[in-house]
């Protein structure tokens, strides 16, 4: 009797190492599963954020002047027409202010234009200038982020103590309107306060110690 009550301890004891092995082996497998899944989707976000903020760069960077323009926006921004999410189809106010442009200075490309070529113009022509490829880089980012399925796509520019972002263009994939108001477009010259999550990124990333 003691025999069979013994094996039978045994077996219980066994049963319950094999089970709670079972529990540990699932727990550890799920634990693995889970962080290989969240590696494979934060590396398909942040290659899908890369592609996106190149093709971004790319465009930008077909402009010569396009350093003269960064610094434009974000010196004269309170001085600037800008027409924002309209489509090229149809005329525009963006369309007319390029067509007069072409008209008073016939061998000026608007596309190609170097920095020399810019400076030359009167001040009233510059801003024209870059009220034009403003207007056009608003509807390339538009259709960027349609593309690329992102729920916004921005520049901000921001300096010490990095606690405030002042916006240079945003864009949407959806139908949202201009404004000051969160999950709004922001238009050119909104300044938003960060928050202390958000200017440790800043710094961690201005230091180089994040990407």
């Known amino acids: 009797m003691s025999n069979n009550t013994n094996r039978r301890n045994m077996v219980d004891q066994t049963i319950l190492i094999f089970a709670i092995s079972v529990i540990l082996i699932s727990a550890v497998s799920s634990a693995a599963l889970y962080a290989v899944a969240s590696y494979t989707v934060t590396h398909e976000i942040s290659s899908h954020a890369e592609a996106a903020a190149g093709s971004l760069e790319d465009y930008i960077e077909q402009y010569p002047a396009h350093e003269w323009l960064l610094q434009y926006w974000y010196d004269h921004y309170t001085d600037l027409d800008i027409e924002y999410d309209v489509s090229y189809e149809n005329s525009t106010d963006t369309a007319n202010k390029a067509k007069l442009l072409t008209n008073r200075y016939p061998d000026f490309l608007l596309e190609y234009a170097t920095t020399e070529e810019i400076k030359a113009l009167p001040p009233e022509d510059q801003q024209l200038y870059a009220e034009i490829i403003y207007s056009w880089l608003i509807t390339f980012i538009n259709s960027l982020a349609v593309h690329y399925d992102i729920d916004f796509l921005f520049c901000n520019v921001t300096e010490e103590p990095f606690d405030q972002s002042f916006f240079l263009f ?34 961690s990333a201005v230091s180089g110690k994040t990407k």
């Open 170 to 203: 945003i864009a949407s994939n959806e139908d949202r309107s201009r404004g000051c108001e969160h999950g709004e477009l922001y238009p050119m010259g909104t300044v938003l306060a960060n928050n202390p999550e958000q200017t440790k990124a800043i710094k």
